[in-house]
């Protein structure tokens, strides 16, 4: 059973950055493609950002293609999501997620086999 535990989240001027992190215990992290998902109120959970077992592929939603940068320390058990130009409308819940798949592009459809708890991103105008 994999733990995964969110942080960096908080409330941020539009314009400005954020680092989240997901770290991982009870299971051996470089297994598994990481992703990250953002639900914001009212609206469905969606795909964010995914990087593979090793780092070496990337894969983003548009919405954040060009603002954000997935990444992995494998020797911390930890991936992050680096978020730059922040906007009013990334603000949502930020969750990660892991899970085992040929590429990360395959974790878009949401179906990971673990998760997090979330962590808020709040972004103001």
């Known amino acids: 059973q994999v733990q995964l535990v969110e942080s960096g989240g908080g409330l941020v001027q539009a314009g400005g950055s954020l680092r989240l992190s997901c770290t991982a215990s009870?299971?051996?992290?470089?297994?598994?493609?990481m992703g990250w998902f953002r639900q914001a109120p009212g609206k469905e959970r969606e795909f964010v950002a995914a990087i593979s077992r090793r780092g070496i592929l990337t894969s983003y939603a548009d919405s954040v293609k060009g603002r954000s940068t997935v990444s992995r320390d494998n020797a911390k058990n930890t991936a992050y999501l680096q978020m730059n130009s922040l906007k009013p409308e990334d603000t949502a819940v930020y969750y990660c997620?892991?899970?085992?798949?040929?590429?990360?592009?395959?974790?878009?459809?949401?179906?990971?086999?673990?998760w997090g708890q979330g962590t808020q991103v709040t972004v103001s105008s």
């Open positions: 009870g299971g051996t992290f470089s297994s598994y493609c």
């Open positions: 997620a892991a899970g085992v798949f040929s590429s990360p592009a395959g974790m878009a459809a949401g179906k990971s086999d673990y």
